[in-house]
């Protein structure tokens, strides 16, 4: 759709949801990158406490960081369809 045919209103309601959006997007990449460097960098520190027979460190570099990967899909995607929807740009209408 050429955005030149837009109302105002129509306009805006789509600047609004860009920029809540982008805002969702950054920061699912910074918890991202929390989870899958920054917990990484700790683990060896973290080895020396043990958690179900396995080094702590370990435990969350491996379970912990999947975990809260899925988790972070489900909620951007819970987050992206209430933004879409704040702004009338649902798929269903």
């Not at 917990?39 to 027979?53: C, D, P, R």
């Not at 999947?66 to 909620?75: A, K, P, Q, R, Y």
Request: proline share 2%.
């Amino acid at each position: 759709m050429n955005q030149d045919n837009l109302s105002p209103s129509k306009q805006q309601a789509r600047e609004g949801h860009w920029v809540k959006t982008r805002k969702l997007t950054i920061w699912v990449l910074v918890v991202w990158a929390i989870f899958s460097l920054v917990v990484h960098w700790f683990a060896n520190s973290l080895n020396g406490i043990s958690f179900i027979g396995f080094p702590l460190g370990y435990y969350f570099a491996v379970q912990g960081s999947l975990i809260i990967f899925v988790l972070t899909i489900f909620i951007q995607n819970n987050l992206q369809d209430k933004i879409d929807a704040d702004s009338g740009l649902t798929e269903e209408g």
